[in-house]
């Protein structure tokens, strides 16, 4: 038996992920991989009893520590089922507040979004079946022509995305640039990830699940923001087309990572079910080969093939 792990598994847009795939890969072993194991193992036990599905796990996961993501490597390999047919790269925060840090040290957003889910990636890809895939939970908001509404991202280089400098800026606007910054990274990944892994039948691509109310990404926003986010914007999913529930998000979701519909699919960006074009700066190839190197070095990982056959 294969597995398939989730990132963010308790909440929102992974919550609704995981639970479709429950319904469509009944005979994998699913990991919900949780930063909260008391809220993983309710999402599991809800999953559970929706679908009768035999094989859910739930291993913790704090992608703000490189020694947490190294521990989840750790006990998940030694599960009985430790290939991975697929693996979700979907938990991610927004903190508009006051800067944080992570337990290396690095600015919060950037740091779990991008170098968490990034360390996690290279440290898994050695158990990856050979045609495994790998999807990343992106967003619009990293594309300024998208105009959602949200800051353009602001690529300087990774080192100083990692270690900012003091600034004099409102945190709204800070922490939002941050994080559609954070987003670009995501998919800066994914094209650079895909490019390395050339010669596997392993594949890559990004994931937009559009405008989804009601999440938890919210959390840290003032309250008349909070409440706009959460209940007016929920109207929106009437109008707009790219403005979807998490339930409709986290089914696209798990069909891009799993179905065989996309199973042909590598390197590419989706809007929701629909492939298109992501910003022009995540085409940057020197900003690609800066993320790809610095995020190597910070994290301390390696880029290493899967041990299993590739051609
Ligand atoms: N909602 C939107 O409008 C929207 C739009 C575009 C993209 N996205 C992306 O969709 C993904 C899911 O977000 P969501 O909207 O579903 O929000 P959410 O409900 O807050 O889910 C985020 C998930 O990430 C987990 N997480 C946060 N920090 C973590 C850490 N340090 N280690 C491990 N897990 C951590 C959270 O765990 P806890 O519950 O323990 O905090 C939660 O399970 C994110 O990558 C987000 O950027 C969302």
């Known amino acids: 038996m294969e597995s398939i792990i989730i990132t963010g598994a308790n909440s929102g ?15 994998h072993q699913i990991v919900l991989a949780c930063r909260s194991v008391e809220s993983g193992h309710k999402a599991l036990q809800e999953i559970k009893q929706q679908t009768n599905h035999p094989n859910l796990i739930c291993l913790p996961l704090d992608l703000a520590s490189l020694q947490s993501i190294k521990d989840f490597t750790a006990a998940f390999s030694q599960q009985p089922y430790p290939s991975i047919a697929v693996l979700v790269n979907n938990a991610g925060i927004q903190n508009v ?47 300024p022509l998208q105009k959602t509404g949200m800051p353009a991202p602001v690529y300087t280089n990774a080192e100083l995305l990692a270690h900012p400098k003091e600034t004099t800026e409102k945190a709204m606007k800070v922490g939002q640039t941050r994080y559609t910054t954070s987003k670009l990274c995501n998919i800066m990944t994914v094209y650079q990830l895909q490019s390395h892994l050339e010669n596997t039948h392993i594949h890559v691509n990004a994931f937009d699940p559009g405008m ?13 923001l ?57 085409y940057n190839k020197a900003f690609q080969k800066d993320l790809w190197d610095t995020s190597l070095k910070l994290t301390n990982t390696h880029f290493r093939l899967p041990q299993v056959k590739s051609s």
Do not use: W
């Open 13 to 27: 847009i992974g919550y609704e992920c995981t639970l479709r795939m429950a319904e469509i890969a009944p005979t």
């Open 97 to 143: 507040g006051e800067t944080k840090y992570t337990e290396d040290g690095f600015e919060e957003t950037f740091g779990i979004n991008q170098l968490g889910s990034f360390a996690l990636t290279q440290l898994l890809l050695p158990l990856m079946a050979d045609d495994a895939r790998i999807t990343f939970t992106a967003s619009g908001t990293h594309d």
């Open 212 to 224: 989804v109310p009601g999440t938890g990404l919210a959390r840290k926003y003032p309250p008349v």
């Open 226 to 282: 909070k409440f706009i986010s959460d209940y007016v914007f929920k109207a929106l999913i009437l109008f707009m087309s790219n403005v979807n529930t998490a339930a409709k998000s986290g089914k696209r979701l798990a069909d891009l990572a799993f179905s065989d519909q996309y199973r042909n699919t590598k390197g590419k960006y989706f809007e929701g079910e629909k492939e298109i074009k992501s910003s022009a700066d995540s």
